[in-house]
């Protein structure tokens, strides 16, 4: 199995940017970029943050504010803090490098098993096994490995058999190669059996019951919620407040249209004057409803009402975000925000400019 997928490998590996370099930092990146991304939107990310931020030390000096600009769009933006916060700890302890073992890797901020040990086989060669969704998927066919993947007991399993292909020097090139197998053969859905160079030695093929691994334990469906949010204009209705989510929070680090989830038996307007009043200890007055953005997160999806308001009392304080702006509209995509606020600053800006037209 091992000397046919390594052939295999040989002549149809990805071209992938981050596959025509061995700094590790960049490899990092690549890795940290590709958690819950696919390969076709990582890679204008890859060669972006790249431009911007060259060095372990470019990223360890730069603002969050220009780091989170830059992650903007992709989801998942804790990655890019502890990335950031991975290379500052690059800088004080292993001179401004990333360390070659697994040990000191996984010390580092936000990386977890997975990318220690992607960065420590690609960039170091380092003889250790990786377990992503697509080697988790091969595995679990090639050897019909019952159980759910998440539960630990199948994912150690999982590693056992992992671990045991790992040619001594070449387990970089072996994990990549499991990678791409499952990336382009082994896919979810009707598998590419007949180009498949390990089929004649893979357990559920032989079988016939490749769709049933890996095995899954059903989902619960994910939790509504209703968010409301607020375009709050200044006087002169030149400048509209933002606030930026506190690092810890989800999406920390983004600025959005201050707001809050709507509570059992509120109104939007009622539930928004509330959350302005905690989060900045302002009051408005609530006008006319922009738009609804509907939007789905890992664990829930929401509905984000936007309504138009008027700043009328209270200046602003950091109740419950870490800054706040009053922002020209012709500037609000200046700032990094959220998918669904980026959706609503489009509508915003068209509505805006759609009034400056003449005979409007």
């Known amino acids: 199995m091992v000397e046919g997928l390594l052939r295999w490998y040989a002549t149809e590996a990805r071209d992938l940017p981050w596959r025509r370099t061995k700094d590790p930092y960049a490899i990092l990146v690549s890795e940290i970029l590709l958690q819950q991304t696919r390969v076709e939107t990582a890679i204008p990310y890859y060669e972006r943050f790249l431009r911007a931020f060259p060095t ?6 730069a603002r969050i504010d220009d780091v989170l600009k830059l992650w903007e769009g992709l989801g998942y933006y804790r990655r890019a803090h ?12 292993h001179d401004a490098r990333v360390p070659a073992g697994l040990a000191a890797l996984r010390a580092l901020p936000g990386i977890g098993p997975y990318t220690a040990a ?21 595995l679990s ?16 399993a999982l590693e056992e058999r992992a671990r045991a292909l790992v040619p001594p020097g070449r387990a970089g090139e072996m994990n990549q190669a499991l990678m791409d197998l499952g990336a382009r053969i082994c896919v979810p859905r009707a598998p590419r059996c007949a180009a498949c160079p390990i089929a004649e030695e893979c357990a559920a093929h032989d079988h016939g019951d490749e769709q049933r ?5 059903a989902k619960r469906p994910a939790p509504h919620r209703d968010v409301v949010a607020g375009v709050v204009w200044a006087r002169g209705r ?3 407040l933002l606030a930026q989510r506190k690092v810890g929070d989800l999406l920390g680090g ?23 009043d905690e989060e900045l200890g302002i009051r408005v007055a609530v006008g006319e409803h922009l738009v609804t953005v509907h939007h789905a997160f890992t664990h829930f999806r929401m509905a984000l009402h936007v309504l138009h308001c008027r700043h009328t009392a209270g200046r602003p304080q950091t109740h419950g975000c870490a800054a706040f702006a009053w922002v020209e509209v012709e500037r609000i995509l200046d700032y990094a925000l959220s998918v669904a606020d980026q959706k609503v600053a489009a509508i915003l800006l068209a509505e805006v ?7 409007r």
């Open 56 to 61: 372990v030390t470019a990223l360890a000096e």
């Open 82 to 93: 502890h990335l950031q916060r991975a290379v500052r700890e690059m800088v004080r302890l």
């Open 118 to 138: 992607a960065v420590a086989s690609i960039a170091f060669d380092v003889d250790t096994p990786v377990l992503d969704g697509n080697v988790v998927r091969v």
């Open 141 to 156: 066919r090639a050897f019909r490995v019952p159980g759910d993947p998440a539960r630990a007991r199948t994912r150690r």
């Open 213 to 217: 691994f890996p095995e899954r334990s």
């Open 238 to 240: 030149s400048r509209v």
């Open 254 to 276: 983004l600025w959005e249209f201050p707001g809050g989830t709507v509570e059992a038996g509120e109104t939007l307007a009622g539930a928004l004057e509330r959350e302005l």
């Open 353 to 359: 400019r759609g009034r400056r037209e003449p005979g």
